[in-house]
C-alpha cells in the first residue's frame, strides 16, 4: 500500500470532495494518481519550487521560497478564516522546521472533521532518518519527530500511523476546533527563532496565549473555601 492509497481510501470512506497536497519538487510525487472522480477539487502547494520546474502537472499554489507558511497564511485569509479542505496531503521538505510549518500550516486550513495524512512518519532505520538531506536514495529526516511532537500533546485527536510506505501518519481534526487559534499556533511557531518578534507578538496577543485572566475573575471562579488541602506524602519530602 502506498501513500495515494491511504489518501483515496480515507476520501471514499469518508465521501471527501476537496483536497490539497503540500510538497516541494523532491517530495511528494503523487498527485497524478490521487483519485480525481473522488476528489473533484484537487489543488497542489509546492514550495522550494524554483524557476521553471515544470512536471507536467497543475500547480496552484507555488512559491521559491523554503517554508510553505507564506502561502498556507494568503490561503486562509482568502478563505476569510473559514478552512475549506476535506482531505490534505503533506509530504515535506524533512526537516523539523518545515516539516512542523506544514504540519501547523495544513492543520489551519483543513475543515473539522477532515482528515490529514503526513508522509514518512515511520522511518525504518536510522541511517535515513538524519536532519540533513541525503543526495542519493531514501531520505525520510526528521519529519516523524514533528508529527510526533505534533500529536502527542494533542491527546484529543484521532490519529495513528498506517505502517507501509515509509509511514503514513493520519490525523481527523475534531469538530468544533478554532481556525483562529490554528492560526496562532502556526504564528507562534514560526517566530520560535526571533526573541524580539516573539514577545512583540506575545505582547499584541497574551490574552490569548496565556487564556488571561484578573484577580476579581481568578476570585469569582475558585472559592478556597472548596480547596483540599493538600496531602503530604514521602515523596514530596
Not at 36 to 55: A, K
Not at 168 to 184: H, N, R, T, Y
Not at 198 to 221: S, T, V
Request: with cysteine; proline share 6%; net charge negative.
Amino acid at each position: 500500500m502506498l501513500k495515494t492509497d491511504i489518501v483515496n481510501s480515507l476520501s471514499k470512506e469518508f465521501t471527501f470532495r476537496s483536497y490539497l497536497e503540500i510538497c516541494t519538487p523532491t517530495t511528494g510525487a503523487s498527485y497524478s494518481t490521487i483519485d480525481g472522480d473522488q476528489l473533484v477539487n484537487r489543488q497542489r502547494l509546492m514550495y522550494r519550487c524554483f524557476e521553471g520546474f515544470d512536471d507536467g502537472l497543475d500547480c496552484d499554489f507555488r512559491t521559491a521560497c523554503g517554508s510553505s507558511h507564506e502561502l498556507v497564511q494568503a490561503i486562509f485569509h482568502a478563505r476569510g478564516g473559514v478552512p475549506g479542505y476535506d482531505i490534505i496531503f503533506v509530504d515535506p521538505f524533512h526537516t523539523y522546521e518545515a516539516s512542523m510549518t506544514d504540519l501547523l500550516g495544513a492543520y489551519c486550513l483543513l475543515r473539522p472533521g477532515g482528515a490529514l495524512v503526513v508522509h514518512d512518519c515511520c522511518p525504518p532505520e536510522a541511517a535515513i532518518a538524519v536532519p540533513e538531506p541525503i543526495p542519493q536514495g531514501s531520505w525520510c529526516g526528521v519529519t516523524y519527530q514533528a508529527f510526533i511532537d505534533f500529536t502527542l500533546p494533542r491527546r484529543h485527536l484521532h490519529s495513528y500511523t498506517v505502517d507501509c510506505d515509509f509511514g503514513c501518519g493520519v490525523v481527523i481534526k475534531p469538530e468544533g476546533a478554532s481556525p483562529a487559534a490554528d492560526l496562532q499556533e502556526l504564528e507562534w511557531f514560526l517566530l520560535r527563532n526571533n526573541h524580539d518578534m516573539r514577545f512583540k507578538y506575545f505582547e499584541n496577543h497574551r490574552k490569548a496565549l496565556l487564556r488571561l485572566i484578573d484577580a476579581e475573575q481568578f476570585a469569582g471562579r475558585v472559592d478556597p473555601s472548596r480547596v483540599p488541602p493538600a496531602k503530604i506524602t514521602e515523596s514530596c519530602l
